[in-house]
């Protein structure tokens, strides 16, 4: 069998077994021989689970160097690692659970009472603490054998809810995140001398697969916080060459009279995605700092899709062109490639783009066309010099803070409050976050509005971040002529 394996195109990069891997906010060390120590113990240990080649283990749990260990250690015992926000309540998480149908299940305090709940009711796959499973692994062999695998060999799974209220399951090889994260080291020229601040969470692409995927593809080492906060990243921005963020990082470290050019001296490069940066913060950021801030696109589905360059124009309001290795084209609703200048659907094509929805063939074949061209649901143009720039996104996906939010999902949750006719979920501007969740409700004739207790009945279903921040109660909502709610109308009714 080929050898395709995502670890082992990692360890390709490794430097010395003594180099430094990552440094905490607590002083603790790691180096890229304690890495591959500490993956090949816990390969060991989830196979003595009964686990074997493509079985998902799922884990919810914060930040820490155990988490990138249990990642690895999927990756390198042929296992597919599927992540779950921290924040996802239990009711949240009986979805994931059933419809991935894990081998293994693996919590921390905050969230195994959830977990052993969910298993109970959905398949039989065992329940664990990881920093038990972490322990159990310190008396495991030293050294694993990798397994080979294909190039499509499933290496993750991660969930992107969908439009329709029900989450997909996205399924990324082996090859995909390998595709990836070469051609992004390169694109943004990191090298073994690199420091990355990573202050990002790792349950999703962002922090997991680009920031992890540069520093493993490059030797280089990371300051790796378990959260952003402003005094954390002001206190290691001088030891740092790189940070990546999402947009309220930069809005965060603005509001602090302490960021200024002295302390960013060191920094060779900002980048920013997960939601638009505003061309406001951007400008005020390199006025600030000195520092043009590169902002990029790109999806669960397909990792990054376009950046901004390294050396070269970076465009406030733009993603940049293509990154190597994808194509990206605009087309009208019959698929025809629209003429350079026009505003049209964006789809993307290359070696990154994910294998497909886990279970959903036919929504599969809906959003990959058989050329391979995916349907990304955003919609943009290119210019002359193949510079994206998006201008709407399908279905009236809110981005807060750099995460997901679904109207429908939240919509659906809404609707069963007591009094409540139906709802409308649309995202508003806000300073810190990008966007923040706005609920538009009209109630049942006679009925009387009890905001907090919508309030509790949400945050009992919902993750914090996808629960309205504001409320506004109207007699009807807006429709046209075929019956469909006019968002639009609602943004810009309720925007001021």
Partial sequence: MSQHNLYLAYAEHFPSADAEFLRTETGHCETYGDLDLRSAQMAHCLLQQGLKAGDRVTVQC???????????????????FHPLNPGYPAAEVEYFVQDAAPGLILGDASTLEGLASAASRHGKARVMELEGLADA???????????????????????????????????????????????????????????????????????????????????????????????????????????????TYYTRLLGSPDLNRD???????????????????????????GHEVLERYGMTETSI????????????????????????????????????GTT???????????????????????????EGWFRTGDDGVLDARGYLTLVGRAKDLIITGGLNVYPSEVETVLDEVPGVLESAVIGLPHED?????????????????????????????????????????????????????????LRDTHSN
């Fill in 62 to 80: 914060e930040k820490s160097p155990e988490f990138i260990h249990l990642y690895l250690a999927c990756l390198r015992a042929g296992l597919v």
């Fill in 137 to 247: 692994s310190r008396n495991a062999p030293e050294t694993f054998a990798t397994v080979a695998c294909q190039p499509d060999a499933l290496a993750a799974l991660l969930y992107s809810s969908g439009t329709t209220g029900k989450p997909k399951g996205i399924m990324l090889s082996h090859h995909n995140l390998a595709f990836n994260a070469r051609a992004l080291s390169k694109a943004w020229g990191f090298t073994h001398e690199d420091v990355l601040l990573h202050l990002l969470p790792l349950f999703h692409v962002h922090g997991l697969f680009i920031a992890l995927g540069c520093i493993l593809m490059s030797g280089s080492r990371m300051l790796f916080g378990t959260k952003f906060e402003v005094a954390r990243a002001l206190a290691w921005l001088p030891e740092a060459t790189v940070m990546m963020g999402v947009p």
């Fill in 263 to 289: 302390l960013v001296q060191g920094i060779r490069l900002f980048t920013s995605g997960s939601a638009p940066l505003l061309a406001e913060t951007w400008h005020a950021f390199r006025e600030r700092t």
């Fill in 305 to 340: 899709i376009a950046t901004n360059p390294l050396q070269g124009e970076r465009r406030p309001g733009s993603v940049g062109p293509a990154l190597e290795g994808v194509e990206i084209r605009i087309v009208d609703d019959a698929e025809t490639v629209l003429p350079v």
């Fill in 344 to 370: 049209g659907h964006v789809q993307v094509r290359g070696d990154s783009v994910f294998k497909g929805y886990w279970g959903m063939s036919e929504k599969t074949r809906a959003d990959i066309l058989p």
């Fill in 433 to 489: 976050f990008g966007e923040q969740v706005v609920g538009v409700v009209v109630l049942k004739p006679g009925a009387s509005w009890d905001e907090q207790a919508a309030r509790n009945h949400l945050r009992a279903q919902l993750a914090a971040f996808k629960c309205p921040k504001l409320y506004r109660v109207v007699q009807e909502l807006p429709r046209n002529a075929m019956g469909k709610v006019q968002k639009n109308l």
